[in-house]
């Protein structure tokens, strides 16, 4: 769903910018979040990727920004290494970020991101403007076997079309749609 009809407003934001003002404007009233998600194909097989189910005790708020309550509703669904920006930080930097973190890989070099932008109401917001994602897709080979991590309980390359999209987590299933892997559902 795009934004509700309203006045023309660019992404130029400032911090403290009062609502439709000329020039700048505020972050959306029901927020945005820049997302980098790291989608590595298992060599040989571009339906399987990486995918893991996170461990509970880990350092998740560190590492991905998902807090206890987060992590709870998490639970045992898939999910791809991702994660939010950092502040100021640049698409490329956060994903060897997530390689070095989460993975346990140090990256050679990086494709270039599929980048992708959504706008959806959130269940129960009563926000003027919906929530609104920015995200940076990057597509790859992943290693010939699934690397180890403390983060995850599983890791393993899983073939996306065989996957129910109420088995992933945080709108992993519809990111995976978006560079052309559909789920079941």
Known sequence: ????????????????????????????SDGMCLNVFLVLQKPGDAERVLLGRVAPDSRWEEAGGLD????????????LPSSQLLLLESPDAAAGRLLREQLGINPDTLPAPE????????PGSES???????????????PASPPRSPLWTDLEYTSVPTIPRAEFARGHGDVLELVGLRPIG
């Not at 206890?68 to 999910?79: A, C, D, I, K, Y």
């Open 115 to 122: 980048v992708f932008s959504e706008t959806y109401l959130r």
């Open 1 to 28: 769903m795009g934004p509700r009809a309203m006045t023309r407003r660019f992404a130029r934001m400032q911090s403290g910018a009062p609502p439709y003002r000329t020039g700048f404007t505020g972050v959306p």
């Open 68 to 79: 206890s309550s987060r992590l709870e509703r998490v639970g045992t669904r898939w999910m």
């Open 128 to 142: 003027a403007d919906p929530h609104w994602d920015l995200h940076f897709v990057y597509l790859m080979p992943g």
